[in-house]
């Protein structure tokens, strides 16, 4: 084995174990073996998007690309990132479109054929996001992975029946995988099953603190100050609502409250409780407390430079939901984290 792949090789091991400063010391150290390596700069772009530096990362992918325009595993790592957290989905029809064109892989059409749905959804092009998830092979596929992904897919565009089947069948191939569970979950509130789904969000939210946060997610002195910025970045009108609130920082919604209702990757809860036992008035006093899910929001920022913004935007449909009785469900889709394996291909 040269230097070459040995750096490349540990830099990979070091990457899925969570080593994420030794693996982008294998990476440069590779580019600097051979500065025209489109694997070395593929391996950069992966440590940078685990890192949360996800214009770094995408810096990285075009890179590779430059130097091996038939490199499919940079485009569709690139292409993983502008449709989250991006939201680029011209860009992602793009590269898919380009590894559409040169591949013959099952495995590599499968993906980029997935991500075109996620970018047809994002697009509001629903028809044509069916039409391309009909073309998909009907299973059973390969792994774990790839039957969660198909089920996502069949749940966004509204398939529930095709998507709890296949929800059952990654659970089945993987017990752990937190992501199939909590969609599950959903499919089964929908579907009226209730008890079902509370079981299942209640599962996946165990196996999402067991995984714990990104690596590079900030610590929780860091998520105060981003709070802060947060807080202080409100219109406001809007701010107003939560004056002298009490912030409370956590890492998921509790048992309790899931059961009760709220989504398990929500991002913030607000409560506003009488400060007596007097029957609400119009000016009633209220003692408002405001719940930021720490592990909910690092997933959906996909980086540190958003996270605070990411807060923001999601305070701002709390605040609008609970005081002014505003729901927009295409906001509040657009701010649901992205499933826990949603890292670029590897």
């Known amino acids: 084995m040269d ?15 969570g080593d994420l400063a030794g693996a982008q010391a294998s990476a440069q150290r590779a580019t600097e073996l ?19 530096d996800i214009e770094e990362a ?26 989250h957290p991006l939201g680029e989905f011209d860009e992602v029809l793009g590269l898919c479109a380009q590894v559409l064109d040169i591949t013959e892989y099952d495995d ?10 996620e970018a047809l959804i994002g697009k509001d092009d629903l028809p044509q996001a069916k039409a391309v998830l ?14 969660f992904l198909v089920a996502r897919a069949r749940y966004e565009v509204g398939e529930l029946d095709a998507a709890r089947e296949l929800l059952e069948a990654t659970v089945t191939q993987d017990p752990n995988h937190a992501d199939a569970l909590y969609y599950a979950g959903l499919v089964r509130e929908e579907q009226g099953d209730r008890q079902g789904a509370v ?3 209640l599962r996946s939210r165990e196996l999402e603190l067991a995984a714990g946060m990104p690596p590079w997610a900030p610590n929780p002195e860091a998520l105060l100050l981003l709070a802060d910025q947060a807080l ?13 609130a009490t912030v409370f920082i956590t890492a998921l919604p509790g048992a309790e409250v899931i059961v009760d209702g709220v989504d398990p990757r929500s991002i913030v809860l607000i409560e506003a409780v009488p400060t007596t036992d007097e029957p609400a008035a119009e000016g009633a006093k209220r003692e408002v407390r405001v719940f930021v899910y720490a592990l909910n929001l690092v997933k959906a920022a996909g980086g540190v ?23 927009d469900p295409a906001a509040a889709d657009e701010l649901e984290p992205q499933p826990s394996g949603g890292q670029p291909t590897s």
Do not use: C, K
Not at 3 to 17: E, I, K, P
Not at 58 to 83: G, P
């Open 232 to 244: 202080s970045g409100l219109e406001p009108t809007l701010a107003q609502h939560i004056h002298g």
């Open 108 to 117: 590599e059409i499968l993906d980029a054929r997935l991500l075109q749905v």
């Open 58 to 83: 995408l810096e990285a992918y075009e890179q590779a690309i430059a130097l091996d325009d038939t490199y499919i595993e940079a485009m569709l790592n690139a292409a993983e990132l502008y449709l």
């Open 134 to 147: 009909g073309s998909l092979p009907a299973g059973p596929y390969e792994n774990a992975g790839q039957t």
């Open 34 to 52: 051979d500065p025209e390596s489109p694997e070395a700069h593929n391996l950069l772009g992966y440590v940078a998007a685990m890192q949360g």
């Open 3 to 17: 230097q070459l792949t040995a750096h490349l090789d540990r830099g990979w091991d070091l990457a899925q174990r």
């Open 199 to 201: 079981e299942a969000l």
């Open 305 to 327: 430079h958003a996270v605070a913004q990411q807060l923001r935007a999601a305070l701002e449909l709390e605040i609008r939901a609970v005081f002014l009785g505003e729901r």
